[in-house]
């Protein structure tokens, strides 16, 4: 059951929408109340773990796990709409401008249908919000279950001492890592365009009476376009500066003049006010973030690799002072000194775990060194700067409880915690409807074990 709960995270990623053209014979297998699994679903999932895992020889048996694990899914979900545990919209909306950037990367939709051979970007789009809202919303029942789920030392210990000796876990190479970053200028003939592109749009909605909401409907570049570019309530703090500046300066039903943020360009409509609490609607224009100017930010941080190679300042307050790899949207990255966290939070990263062009240049690096100034894509998709420094190197090794206490902590905590969310299950299964196809009971998926 350990291995399911791994296997979550890449099953509710929208997989079947970046395979569209696969040609799979599809069908039902299974139903949770109005949710449904096609056949495809569970054949692409195994297609992307069989590539990633090639030494995986039941291929059967992962077909009966990635089914199992996409039922108590469904089951979540199914559960959380009974239980009104809702996914906040804002965090939902940040959460699709990050992968649709990642995805996009500055493309324009017709380039992305040629590329990808889509037929619809919109349905596309809608594929990908829904199935990042499911993913979150499995993330936050689970949560929301296993919330009071705590460890004790002497839990772990006897986590850890439960492992037959000849099957402790073997720990790959970790590497910690930090980074200054600069964002650079986009360059003056990108900003102009997008800028003339803004005011035509804030002309025939000022001066022609065009609706505001069709207009967010065909020009705005983010999440809420669907919805007329509505952002719904949001408090004051949870946007970023720029927008809070303008959306608090005006009356309800009043329209803002376009306006930058580190986002692009906005136009702002205040639906009303209370307090600090504001319901707007926006219509936001993305740059082409390929259109920047780096050579300030490559001189800035060559001198200040130099700095810090003379001991004028440290790498970990120089990050603090200077790199812009903070706040919405990042890695944020610079209140920590610039250092690097894995998938677990952790500042040791496992080799396996780091992007192929980072590992790349550490491998002619030494600990201690700082690399030189260089381009990379940010979280967010853009391009940016930014120097490295290789602060440690951890050899491949297995598990020892000294010296990997956290991590054996954390596995037992999980452990834990899947044991509650297993007896939540034995319960919850009966709350919802689920129908599976025959062809399937050998899996004993109910049983749930």
């Known amino acids: 059951m350990k291995k399911i709960f791994k296997c979550i995270a890449v099953l509710f990623f929208p997989l079947s929408i970046l395979a569209q053209n696969k040609e799979i014979l599809d069908k039902i297998i299974a139903k949770v109340d109005n949710q449904i699994i096609l056949l495809s679903d569970v054949e692409l999932a195994t297609m992307q773990i069989l590539q990633q895992n090639p030494r995986l020889s039941n291929k059967q048996e992962l077909r009966c796990e990635i089914l199992r694990s996409m039922i108590i899914g469904k089951i979540l979900v199914a559960k959380a709409e009974i239980d009104s545990v809702m996914v906040d919209n804002e965090l939902l909306d940040e959460e699709f401008n990050l992968r649709w950037q990642q995805i996009s990367q500055g493309k324009t939709d017709e380039e992305l249908k040629e590329l990808l051979d889509l037929h619809n970007i919109e349905a596309f789009k809608s594929d990908l919000r829904m199935q990042l809202k499911e993913k979150m919303t499995v993330e936050k029942m689970r949560s929301h279950i296993t919330k009071n789920v705590k460890i004790t030392p002497s839990e772990v210990r006897k986590y850890f001492n439960s492992i037959p000796k000849d099957s402790l876990p073997v720990y790959v190479t970790e590497l910690e890592v930090a980074q200054i970053v600069k964002n650079p200028p986009l360059l003056k003939a990108e900003k102009e365009r997008l800028r003339s592109r803004m005011e035509q749009v804030y002309k025939r909605i000022v001066e022609e009476n065009q609706s505001f909401e069709e207009m967010a409907k065909i020009y705005s570049e983010d999440g809420s376009r669907d919805q007329g570019g509505d952002l719904d309530w949001s408090k004051r703090g949870s946007m970023v500066p720029e927008f809070e500046a303008v959306v608090f300066k005006l009356k309800p039903g009043e329209i803002s003049k376009p306006f930058e943020s ?81 998938q677990d939070f952790s500042y040791r990263i496992p080799i396996n775990q780091m992007d192929s062009f980072l590992s790349d240049l550490l491998d002619d690096m030494q600990v201690g060194e700082i690399s030189k100034p260089h381009t990379f894509r940010t979280y967010d998709g853009k391009r940016a700067l930014r120097i490295i420094l290789f602060r440690a190197k951890h050899p491949a090794h297995v598990a020892d409880f000294n010296l990997d206490y956290p991590k054996i902590q954390q596995e037992a905590l999980e452990a834990k915690r899947n044991k509650k969310l297993m007896e939540w299950l034995q319960k919850a299964k009966n709350d919802v409807f689920i129908e599976i196809d025959k062809e399937y009971a050998p899996c004993n998926i109910l049983d749930l074990n």
Do not use: C
Request: proline share 2%.
């Open 262 to 342: 580190r986002f692009g360009y906005h136009i702002v409509k205040l639906v009303d006010r209370r307090g600090d609490e504001f319901h707007a609607k926006h219509i936001l224009m993305m740059p082409d973030w390929e259109q920047v100017d780096t050579r300030e930010a490559e001189r800035f941080l060559d001198s200040l690799r130099t700095r810090i190679m003379q001991d004028s300042i440290s790498f970990e307050k120089a990050a603090l002072l200077y790199s812009d790899d903070k706040g919405l949207g990042s890695m944020n990255t610079a209140p920590n000194g610039g250092r690097i966290m894995s």
